[in-house]
């Protein structure tokens, strides 16, 4: 079974070309043998990304985030193993194997997780079987109030629940377990009766990527519901934190058009509305805060990006957040202003298509909004609230990215004030400067490692990409102390014996993910771009690091024999002990003079 399993994993690489399959998510420029692109897992302008397509494995010398193009799809998709390997699967038309990818610890949480989006699927048709039954008069009234024709209820898969009792009836009739249907996060327990957690709401399913279900939102119909929108709690297919509403129809939206742009809304009407509209390139945070694993999300679609929240104050605050989330993740933002105290919906119903168009097209960038929401706070037609929004405004306009920008908000500033350019200019050049948060290009990774530990990982990333000097030595003869680079070492050892093509790609299936084990490969990786393993320096270098590492080993092993001596006390046994002592002095003094490497 082993044998099988790992001969489809080899055929679905082979089919998924991971420059191919890197494509479609991200622009590639090809230098020499090697394609690279700007990170997809961290901020930076200068690429450091890099696909080797010979040996189909990638490698970011900025973060260092590696693996072959089944890790690819999971970082980019945020999804496991098994759903990687499904995608791939489907995109090279090839059948997955039904059992034998699962081990040990992994085969319940699978269990849990199929069964999960299975209840949750089920739930969805349930819902939809409800708004259709005829009695569900206050779920269709509530749509013919907003005004959301069918095919768009249809499209979104909008439901009902009717109340608290017959989901969990249906789901039992259904054969699910208790726990399951709890731990799905659509059914919960209270004083042990199991109740529809949406119980009486209209229901709106949150479809993942995958195009799965994942959880619902409820809007309340009753006065007496404490909140008016209620989501599934977080479970082991749903975090709110890590999902956007509509991403499955912007995922289909891609696959037909270029996406130049998405608009980010705050709920589930707002999309629905603007999509109804004709802005299909919608997607929603849901009500939260939107956060770091969102925007990067966003950014695997595009890299231009319209927060458009409600009008009000707190809809502001929001809309500054969510841009300054955004810009740290690279994306370029802007603000859609929106008429005090509207949501989008409420501009789509009062103006329509065109009044929303009207409202992009007056899009600003953050320090732009900044200015605005500063001035919003100020009556310029009071002397000290005009100082001081022209203070709050300095201090802004110091953070500018260039000096043409500074210049043109300061001529705007002058037009709202009445001050002239040359006294702002002034005040901008005094004022503290407000230091920009930092945007490493190549981020530091930490490396507290030993001198050894350092001097192994050059050895065998030397014979691991092919380095001219390391062809002369023996990887057989130098005693590796590190797990993972005598892993490596036994591997290439391995190819040499059977006079194989050493594949770095092939080592990724030797550790876990996200292991020190894993990451110590991707600081190995880090040498892959052939630079520092050129020339009479690397070469010097080369053989000083086996140097240290046989001298280290014959370190300890002259300490062993000092230790077991001491403890010794036969005669002829400590002799022995000497003689061997003398041995492996001589030995060192040997590689000290280099005669010994």
Known sequence: MANELQGFLQTLKEKNNILEVASGYISLERRGGTHWACCPFHHEKTPSFAINESDQYYHCFGCGESGDVIKFVQSMENVDFMDAVKMLAERANLTVPQTGFDSGKTVEAKRKK??????????????????????????????????????????????????????????????????????SGAVSEVNGRLTDAQGGRLIIPIINAMNEVIGFGGRALKKTDVAKYKNTRETIVFNKSKTLYNINLLKKLRKTQTINDVIMVEGYMDTVSLYQAGFKNVVASMGTSLTQEQARLLKRYTDNVFISYDGDAAGQKA?????????????????????????????????????????????????????????????????????????????????????????????????????????????????????????????????????????????????????????????????????????????????????????????????????????ELTKILDFSDGTALK??????????????????????KLSAIKQKAEKETDINARKALAAELQRLLNQKKNIKSGEGL
């Not at 008429?339 to 409202?359: H, M």
């Not at 009479?536 to 370190?555: G, M, N, P």
């Open 114 to 183: 199929d069964a999960v989006l299975k209840i949750l699927n089920d739930c969805a048709h349930f819902y939809l079987k409800n708004l259709n039954s005829g009695e569900a008069d206050e779920h269709i009234n509530y749509i013919l109030k907003r005004q959301i024709p069918s095919d768009i209820v249809r499209k979104f898969g909008f439901g009902a629940s009717l109340n608290y009792g017959d989901l969990p009836q249906y789901l039992l009739s259904k054969g699910y377990l208790k726990q399951d249907m709890i731990d």
């Open 319 to 519: 809309n500054m957040r969510g841009l300054e989330i955004l810009k740290s993740e690279g994306l370029n933002v802007k603000v859609v202003p929106l008429p005090e105290g509207l949501d989008p919906d409420d501009v789509i119903k009062r103006y329509g298509a065109e009044g929303y168009k009207k409202c992009l097209d007056a899009a600003m960038p953050l320090i732009d909004f900044k200015l605005q929401t500063a001035k919003s706070a100020f009556n310029l037609n009071k002397t000290e609230d005009k100082r001081k929004y022209v203070a709050e405004a300095i201090k802004i306009i110091s953070t500018a990215e260039s000096a043409s920008v500074q210049e043109d908000l300061l001529k705007k500033l002058r037009d709202e004030t009445g001050i002239t350019y040359e006294s702002l200019k002034r005040d901008l050049n005094s004022s503290p400067r407000v230091p920009k948060p930092a945007e490493s290009e190549r981020p530091e990774r930490k490396d507290d490692s030993s001198v050894t530990d350092k001097a192994s990982r050059f050895v065998v990333a030397a014979f691991l990409f092919g380095a001219k000097f390391a062809k002369e030595a023996d990887v057989s003869s130098i005693p590796f102390k590190n797990d993972v680079h005598n892993i490596i070492a036994n591997y290439i050892r391995s190819k040499i014996l059977l006079e194989q093509r050493i594949q770095p790609a092939e080592l990724f299936e030797f550790f876990e993910e996200d292991s020190a084990d894993y990451t």
């Open 535 to 556: 020339g009479e320096v690397a070469e010097r270098y080369f053989y000083d690091c086996i140097k240290t590492l046989k001298i280290s080993d014959l370190d300890e």
